[in-house]
């Protein structure tokens, strides 16, 4: 057989395979591999990690600028830690006038449990926004797990493996999350840009957004617990012919400095599959 | 290269692309690591070794990130084919040649994966700012170190392919 026709063989058999794993992706036999390969990958991806930053500390400014950039960032921590704070205290506030005592945000999710996971890796692809974690189903974390820091909601668990899950950050551009104003109490979607922000789509025309106001998650949908602190709004883009408002939204989380995360394992998204089975079974049996 | 070899340096190549080389990014774009070291091989290489290498490279950079395994294997694929059946010859006599063969190869690959993302997987990309924001940046990361990375598995391949003289 000839060099050229050996190598189209080649290339055939290879693409064919590559197509039959794509294809089966929902199966539970590429998760097996997945958790083999990942298990001796992790350390050495947690250690390469740590390297990393630690030689991004060495190479820092000289020493005197080191240390007022140090305090620096802890004042803007501190800052970003009480702003937090003040959006809590005034949800609770807002809740305990409006809603005459039901539950504050506190007793809604004491239930709630929580798994801390170390950023280990990021996405090797560019044009998305994903980490990987060193916890996975052995840990409780599940498919559709909240991953939160202190500064605020950072994604969703995506995939998970026996001993990592894969976390989809809010700024990859899939992304899409119900959300609130806090100021404004309108309602829309917070969704992620490829450039590393976030863009508060279908506000209601009638909202009066105004920049400074803090964009909390709503709860709507069940993917997400409400109230946690997803950003500020930086400018607002408003047009009379359009049917929606929109807002440009600094996330408080700084995506490319995550370290540690917290995953809420106790929250249970809500089911919407049912939706989509009475959608495709044309509606037919509707309550 | 060998599996002995060539699977530590790819599994390597791989973590560095999902630890280090993210801390490096302008704007969106990073080293394609994994990308570079399979054109190299199969501008080097006359067997079917940038294949299996293009094949087993895609699925070690599927299993950090967030895409369905092996859609950078097929767009790895036909690119590892294409530069496979040049002569090898040719990358070592100008400078030039193998610059622009890596503008145009990495070029290639992002773009193939570009609409494997949008077809495959219904992701919402914007076609404008992802060639902006990140194949453009990438591309001229890979350009810079292809150079590098040829001329290292340049000697080793010499090393395990000694090159044969008629007498």
């Known amino acids: 057989m000839r060099r050229e026709n050996r190598w189209l063989v080649t290339l055939g058999t290879l693409l064919i395979v590559t197509v039959l794993i794509i294809a089966g992706r929902q199966s539970g036999f590429l998760r097996i591999i997945q958790t083999a390969v990942m298990a001796p990958l992790k350390p050495a991806a947690g250690l390469l990690t740590g390297g990393t930053e630690a030689v991004e500390k060495l190479t820092e400014d000289p020493a005197d600028y080191a240390d007022l950039e140090e305090k620096t960032l802890e004042l803007e921590r501190l800052v970003a830690e009480m702003q937090v704070e003040i959006v809590r205290l005034r949800e609770i506030e807002q809740d305990y006038y409006r809603l005459s005592g039901i539950l504050n945000y506190a007793s809604e999710n004491a239930d709630q449990s929580f798994v801390t996971a170390d950023v280990i890796a990021r996405d090797t692809s560019s044009y998305l926004r994903w980490v990987i974690v060193n916890r996975g189903t052995r840990d409780g974390v599940q498919v559709g797990n909240p991953a939160i820091s202190d500064l605020g909601l950072v994604g969703r668990v995506e995939s998970v493996a026996a001993n990592a899950a894969w976390i989809r950050l809010t700024n990859d551009p899939e992304s899409a999350i119900n959300a609130r104003l806090q100021t404004a109490r309108a309602e829309g979607t917070v969704v992620g840009q490829l450039q590393g922000g976030l863009r508060m789509e279908l506000i209601p025309q009638e909202a009066l957004v105004e920049p400074g106001d803090l964009v909390l998650t709503s709860g709507l949908g069940g993917t997400f617990p409400a109230n946690i602190v997803i950003g500020q709004v930086t400018s607002v883009r408003r047009q009379q012919a359009d049917l929606f408002q929109s807002a440009e939204v600094r996330p408080t989380v700084d995506y490319d400095n995550l370290r540690i995360v917290s995953i809420i394992t106790g929250f249970e998204p809500v089911d919407l599959t049912t939706f989509d089975e009475f959608i495709e079974g044309g509606g037919e049996g509707a309550p | ?167």
């Not at chain 2, 293009?54 to 699925?59: P, Q, R, S």
């Open chain 2, 1 to 167: 290269m060998s599996l002995q070899l060539g699977l530590p340096l790819f599994i390597v190549a791989v973590l560095l692309q999902a630890t280090v080389l993210p801390h490096l990014r302008v704007y969106g774009g990073q080293p394609d690591l994994v990308v570079l070291l399979v054109l190299a091989w199969s501008t080097l290489d006359q067997e079917q070794e940038g294949l299996a290498w293009a094949f087993v490279g895609g699925l070690l950079l599927d299993l950090f990130s967030g895409t369905p395994l092996g859609v950078s294997s097929l767009a790895l694929l036909p690119l590892a084919y294409l530069i496979g059946l040049l002569e090898a010859q040719v990358y070592r006599a100008s400078l030039l040649l193998p610059l622009l063969l890596t503008a145009v190869g990495a070029t290639a690959y992002h773009v193939i994966y570009m609409l494997l993302l949008r077809f495959l997987t219904d992701y919402p990309l914007s076609w404008s700012v992802s060639f902006g924001y990140v194949t453009l940046p990438s591309v001229l990361f890979d350009v810079v170190l292809f150079i590098p990375i040829l001329r290292l598995l340049a000697h080793w391949h010499d090393r395990l392919h000694p090159r044969q003289v008629k007498i």
